[in-house]
């Protein structure tokens, strides 16, 4: 299991930046992000090296945020991977409720960022199948 953070911000110009400038004065590096708008707002999720030490920064600087549990699971880089895993994940009752991936190393790996409300049997169950998950000191430091 993994943490990623959930920010909620303003869709205006300036707003992201603000995030990514306490981030980087603060060497914090991230590494996965993904960025969902409906209309006047969004949700900003940012996978970081220092997940606990970023949600506090964020915090003391007075934005809206929250530490969610992740599951990284690791796939090939190749068509019908991820349809594979999340027919697997239906046939076990595996709601994904958040989700978003990054490639590794094009045509080889991809890393996929999981959100389900069922995350110890998520977990159990990609291991059983022989999936890899992606430590969360992998990333730490």
Do not use: W
């Amino acid at each position: 299991m993994a943490y990623h953070l959930a920010i909620f911000v303003e869709n205006k110009l300036g707003k992201l930046e603000q995030i990514t400038k306490i981030l980087a004065e603060n060497g914090i590096n991230i590494f996965g992000v993904s960025l969902a708008s409906v209309g006047a707002f969004g949700v900003v999720k940012i996978l970081t090296n220092q997940p606990e030490r970023a949600y506090q920064l964020l915090q003391e600087e007075g934005i809206t945020v929250s530490k969610r549990k992740a599951t990284i699971v690791l796939l090939p880089d190749r068509p019908g991977e991820m349809h594979k895993l999340l027919k697997l994940l239906a046939a076990n009752q595996i709601n994904i409720e958040d989700c978003y991936g990054f490639v590794l190393d094009a045509q080889v790996q991809a890393a996929l960022v999981l959100e389900a409300e069922k995350y110890p049997l998520l977990e159990g169950i990609l291991k059983d199948h022989g999936y890899q998950l992606l430590p969360e000191d992998q990333f730490t430091t």
